[in-house]
């Protein structure tokens, strides 16, 4: 089974901009939904982007005009940009299949504080 590895994360400021990155182990091509979801402390994991083999995109509403997810199949990648960043999006970022596997990676943590 694929196992992913996120990494990008860090300390921005309000309206500062990350972006994420997710390595996958072996190939994405054949995965319909790539997804990142993002945990905040004492909240249950979310999923807030999702993307298709061909490169459709859904956002949660949240996160919508801000996010960009993208994904490079040919590199096993998924990238999550993000810009105009906000305080509630502090949280641990993971990428996953959507539906997800059942292995997690370690995640990234993005925190947004001035």
């Known amino acids: 089974q694929v196992q992913f590895a996120e990494s990008g994360g860090g300390l921005v400021q309000p309206g500062g901009s990350l972006r994420l990155s997710c390595a996958a182990s072996g190939s994405i091509f054949s995965i319909g939904y790539m997804g990142w979801y993002r945990q905040a402390p004492g909240k249950q994991r979310e999923l807030v982007a999702r993307i298709t083999r061909d490169g459709i995109t859904i956002y949660t509403d949240s996160v919508a005009g801000r996010f960009t997810i993208s994904r490079v199949n040919a590199k096993n990648t998924v990238y999550l940009q993000m810009n105009s960043l906000k305080p509630e999006d502090t949280a641990v970022y993971y990428c996953?299949?959507?539906?997800?596997?059942?292995?997690w990676g370690q995640g990234t943590q993005v925190t947004v504080s001035s």
């Open positions: 996953n299949a959507f539906p997800p596997y059942d292995g």
